[in-house]
């Protein structure tokens, strides 16, 4: 009998098993699918000679985790590869915002939309270079961050206090109306704010839009050698080490409570797996508390606030493999990893406004991924693997362009929307689609089979809009992975602190877990030095 079950062998999964298996617990991870990973996997599904990231693909969440730097992944081979450039908006018109290595350089462009624009972002990454590491180390422990959140606290005074609290509280247009005077650093935060389901107008979207900005500007954009897959692979190859058991095809369907505990789990062919001491569910917070515990262990008010919880936005992906670089008009764009698509910030605003309403955009704007600029190995010597995702509403009411696309996802539909999303990458590229030798779609529908916490598609297991934040995530009066009955912790991006793949959730939920078993985890290690 393991000492803890841990549902789920995504990222979060995998790093609470890796913490739990440092702490001297024995630990069974069991996986629905036939492989691990979760949204980090790749594979050659499009072409042969191509490697292409089934889901997430960028880590600049990673480069910056704490959780991650102190499980050492380089010990088990993972390699990480920039592009030249980390991200690039092109226009139309041929001017192009990029987000460069190094700081001077992305000031320095941002100087030619507008004198004095190359100074506001310098100043902005100084305060970032103040205050970034405690802000992150807060984001990423439970909710309330004591001892960083003191940390951070006395920074933000220092860095400008309330001043600097109501910045990050803006909506990313109003941000940047306040620091930019040219589009181009406009479009940098706005973008990477859509990173997440952050409308230009959405309040805290511009804390977001920064925060993710200046990562990249600090950490970049970075990509696993080989592969998303790679990734994973040294999760489990250092859980594997430390004698964690890693079962895939093993689809768990119920939590079993007994006297208000969670003991084990069953899984669909039938087997209990009991568990000494805990569970840890890397599950969306609907399917856990709806369909994994009964009703009968949960308070009626936390059955409530799950009918309440929102799902981020549905995600619909097309992967390419290209015979050769995309031919951007803006010649910037081509040493991006990532490029974001979508002409001004009226664009940006005008696709988030269509899918509040529940119509698919007509220009969507598509964040869009160069693999084999960031990473060499991904393609042949001059081709491309590359891919673009974009988002579409949970629940569709119209069709804003001509398609008439209703949320079915037959292949009519998969086929019109994927069109739609080359038609956009080709006003910026013109001659982009002669150079597609094959390409893959992934409808919501598609992404959720392949992932059940990718609900519809969703990426981020439960919008990153401030009502669903902190205390208030998954549902108010939570923000730590612990559950209302004993042993059994949420391990997912639906906890705190969100989406991204930086291993916080499962974290917290791992420490939550040893916390009651302190004094033997200490004995443990004791035994080790």
Known sequence: MPDAVVIGAGPNGLVAANLLADAGWDVEVLEAQQEPGGAVRSDRGVHPDYVSDLFSAFYPLAAVSPVLACLDLAAEGLRWSHAPRVLAHPLRDGRCAVLERRVQE?????????????????????????????????????FPPVRSGLRLAAKLRAA??????????????????????????????????????LAPEAVGSG?????MSMVGQSHGFPVPVGGA????????????????VLRCGERVVSVVVRGGRAVGV??????????????????????????????????????????????????????????????????????????????????LTRFASQIAMGHVPDEPFALFGQMTTADPSRSPVGTESAWAYTHVPQHITSDAGPDRIT??????????????????VERFAPGFRTRILARRILAP???????????????NNGTAALHQQAVFRPVPGTGRPETPLKGLYLASAAAHPGGGVHGAPGANAARAALRPYALHTLLHRAQRI
């Open 266 to 347: 069953r899984t669909a062919g039938g087997e209990t797996v009991s568990a000494r001491r805990a569970v840890l569910a890397d599950t969306s917070a609907p399917a856990l508390y709806r369909e994994l515990v009964g009703e009968e262990h949960l308070p009626s008010r936390l059955l409530r606030d799950v009918e309440r919880f929102q799902w981020d936005f549905a995600t619909f992906k097309v992967d390419w493999a290209l015979t050769g670089p995309v031919p951007w008009t803006a010649p910037q764009a081509a040493d991006a990893g990532t490029v974001h698509v979508a002409d001004g910030m009226d664009s």
């Open 445 to 459: 529908t598609t992404l959720q089979a392949m992932n059940e916490n990718l609900h519809n598609g969703a990426i």
């Open 207 to 211: 804390g977001f839009g920064w925060l």
């Open 106 to 142: 992305t000031a320095s462009g941002l100087e030619e939309f507008a004198s004095g624009d190359g100074d506001t972002w310098r100043d902005m990454y100084e305060v970032w270079s103040r205050i970034g590491r405690d802000l992150v180390q807060a984001m990423f422990t439970p």
């Open 160 to 197: 400008g206090g309330l001043r600097l609290a109501r910045k990050l509280a803006l909506p990313v247009r109003r941000l940047g109306d306040e620091e930019f005077r040219g589009e181009g650093g406009r479009l940098l935060l706005a973008g990477n704010a859509l990173h997440a389901d």
């Open 407 to 424: 949320g079915r996802w037959d292949a009519r539909e998969q086929e019109a929307m994927a069109d739609r999303i080359e038609a956009q």
């Open 229 to 244: 897959g790679a990734l994973t692979a040294a999760l489990v190859s250092r859980l594997r080490h430390r004698g964690g």
